[in-house]
């Protein structure tokens, strides 16, 4: 079965840190696209980086664009989400999601494959 599971959430100051994981079973990451979404109450859902795991290349959402850094670790097939100098409009739940598609297609999916339950980020002012 294949499954994605996130953790690492909370609340968190603003400028504050916080980092997610993403724990992946059952795909093969050759090919794989895994991003980073978020979902904030009232609004449409937004991705915010994806990474293929077998190269490393990655994209980013303009609004995390030098505070947010995504990244693979292939041995424990988990994907990260290291997320600096928070800010309250980041609040959201995130989730991390897949597909075999190129990182820049999963950045602008709204359709992906397979998708974790998330983990809620509060940054609080």
């Known amino acids: 079965e294949r499954q994605l599971v996130e953790s690492g959430g909370g609340l968190v100051q603003a400028g504050g840190s916080l980092r997610l994981s993403c724990a992946a079973s059952?795909?093969?990451?050759?090919?794989?696209?895994i991003g980073w979404f978020r979902q904030a109450p009232g609004k449409q859902p937004e991705g915010i980086s994806c990474?293929?795991?077998?190269?490393?290349?990655?994209y980013y959402a303009d609004s995390v664009k030098g505070r947010f850094t995504i990244s693979s670790d292939n041995a424990k097939t988990t994907v990260y989400l290291q997320m600096n100098s928070l800010k309250p409009e980041d609040t959201a739940l995130y989730y991390c999601?897949?597909?075999?598609?190129?990182?820049?297609?999963?950045?602008?999916?709204?359709?992906?494959?397979?998708r974790g339950k998330g983990t809620l980020v509060t940054v609080s002012s």
């Open positions: 990474i293929r795991s077998s190269d490393g290349t990655a």
């Open positions: 059952g795909f093969t990451f050759a090919n794989l696209a």
């Open positions: 999601a897949a597909d075999r598609i190129t990182p820049w297609d999963c950045l602008y999916s709204s359709d992906m494959e397979y």
